[in-house]
């Protein structure tokens, strides 16, 4: 059964995986891509990249001039090594979860709406204000008002089981 | 930034905590961030293969339908002289139309239907005034349902008003005027209403252009063609209506209108819609504005001529599954052919058989006793009775100009509700949808220049905000239908064009409940209902899916690697769909080594239970693949709408269809089948039972699949 994984294999594999996430956005059929659905597509492929990282990959697939797309023949290489080389692993649940208690300073087992909106809105790549309420609609115990971000992390990273 | 003012029991980020924000923070933040923005984009790419999912399944479901057209004409061709097939035929084509205009009106009278006393809804009085056409929209937004003596009384006006419409409307916005533009409605009633409320009611100062499809799908579009009616009977020169594909007796069987219509109208539902049959055909064809800009419901081809359009008799094309209509003889267009596929040489035996039809038509039609005078003119009545006789003179019937132009009229009007645009160049038949053409950017250029417009305002097209431009912005596809596939698909939206011709869009999205359902939970109901009505495609081709499988499999180990059940389910189903990425949704069963069992999985996907008690099991997925064609055939053939068919009915149906299908089914198991599908014992089919055997089941299996709700 070995066989079967050889390296030749696991590429083009990878590469039909990259097709396939790639042709989901090529609405016109010919192997375009509007810029701005790369990051949803090198994400959906299971990288996290930043957004710098983003930034940094599209500048690459980008033309001289740019035309706001991307050509299928530039992402697949492109796309093609972050796979294999598995840049911007996945980052766990755990880590995660980490992540919610470096930022619950008083250790309360929870977080405000207004401590995390801070945190989130003003601190590392900013999110956007529709970003910031998108996460507190699914954040947020309607009864508490407040962030139970252990059930939080739980209830996401279920999602990623399927 | 200072100090944010919290509540007193809150934490405070006080200014110094800002600038010193610990390392391990930032991190955590960033972290987050950069986690959460995955997630989205991971839902971002769920919500995009649903959106195709229900885009490819809905245009196949198109392209089915118009094969029906193939259908007919292969019974035109094929049925044999024994009575009982042509009794089928001429019942299903039943109406030929033989009386003029004035029959009719006589036929659709409402003056005899009484409205009871105890009957609680709106009240009609002619002429409409603002305050009546107030009220019923307020009926119907408390769910009250028009009586029928109202709802003729007020068809009956809308078509006199349409007789004197042209095809093509031409509107001014006289240099202070905005008008406002809505696409698909599709029954959502919801959706006008919104409009209305965001945007007031039509008027004078505020006209209005209803691009098409108002009926079918959605529940209510019986109550947007009265509030739409209305309205254009209040103010006919600012409410333009444009005729959809949608506005077409033939689609209405299979896409929900009709089965709406007889539902709520349970006694005068047939004349309804014979009623809404003649105004959908006298529906103008398009609007054009300050002579700039065009808005008609699909698109244009290469060979689209607004100056053969507005010279046409546009009441004579009753539905794009029918052949034109003539007085006397079936013409059927010949070089159609093209736009609809193989196989289509109708036209010789049509004309050499029609007189014969004819005759028979007259006989059964020999209905109405005290309409026996049809009130022709001397000359028509001897047109009529040398036809009859079979000594037509040249000049009467169909000549070849006639049927070359037949031809040419037909294409124009097929081609301006059906066809798409595409990004490449040119102009090539619609294989989808099974009508029309996809059209490219230097058509459009093409024809907008040719007839010195500068804008092509469109719908027939969902698209996820409501609107979408192409075409280097010279085409604006509009759709008014929000929630179109499910809750929380897309939003609808409707344009104000004023005087300078720059379109303003305003979004909206009907139920309060969408807007309340989190990005994750609404992507995953679409989801689901997208998955389930795949799972019906992939059942419906079960033989044909197993016996690609069996290719990749010369071994017969029942096993298949991925790879390959990808490249198999896309070669059977030819939906477009990137299969690799849905697998995880449609295959359960854990995968070793990256193989998976086929047969199960096939198994699995198993929507009929057996104990509807066909034991043909190869016929009854024939039979499920068919399903929806079958549904628009029984109730064409049931012509006095009773719900039922024959037995005799059911079988000459399905004998045909499966020749026409070149399947291989025995008269025995038609019969068996007949006999199974009673459900009633009492020798005949009743329509709906025969559909709810299907529904029934999806929604069982649906329970069983549906996952349990996420803690939220």
Redesign the interface.
Known sequence: MADKYNAENIITETQKRISNAFDVFDHESNKTVDVREIGTIIRSLGCFPSETDLHDIIAELEEEEPTGFVRYEKFLPTMTKILLERKFRPITEDLLLQAFEVLDQQKKGHLEPEELTKYLTQEGEPFTQEEIDEMLSAAVDPDKNVILYKDFVSMMTFDDTR | ?GC?V?KSN??Q?KPCD?GN?SV???????????????????L??RR??TW?IFQSIEYSGQQDHIKLYNFFSYLMDHFSSANSQRNLVSQMFGESDPFQDAEWEKHFCYKDIEVPDVYTGPHLSFPLTISSVTELVDAFKNKQKLHARYVLQLLGKTWTLLRLMPNISHVCTCKHKEITICGDLHGHLEDLLLIFYKNGFPSAEAPYVFNGDFVDRGKESIEILLVLFAFLLLYPHDVHLNRGNHEDHIVNLRYGFTKEVLGKYQVHGKMILKLLQKIFSWLPLATVIDQKVLILHGGISDKTDLNVITKLDRHRFVSALRPLKRRGAWATPKEADDDFGSGRRRVQSLTHGAPLRLRQELQRHSVHSESGRTGRSVEEELRERRRLAGLSLPSDSDSAEDLEADTVEWKQIVDILWSDPM??NGCVPNEVRGGGCYWGPDVTQEVLDRHKLQLLIRSHECKQEGYEFCHNGRVLTIFSASNYYDVGSNRGAYIRLGPDLIPHFKQFQASRSTREL???QSVGRTERSAFQALRMQLFAHKSALIREFQEYDPQCTGLISV?HWAVAVEKVLCLGL????LR??LVNSSTQ??TLNYQDWVSQLSVIQPNTEIANTSLLETLYKHHSNLESIFRMIDTDHSGLISFEEFHQTWKLLSSHLQTDISDKAISDLAESIDFNKDGSIDINEFMEAFRLVEHRRAEMEAPPP???
């Open positions: 930034m944010r919290t809150q934490v980020l800002r924000i391990p923070a930032m991190r955590a933040a960033l972290l987050i961030q950069r986690w959460y923005r995955q997630y989205v984009a991971r971002e790419m995009r293969c195709n990004s490449q989190t990005l994750r790879k990137p299969w690799r990425v995880s949704q080594d990256g996420p803690p939220e």
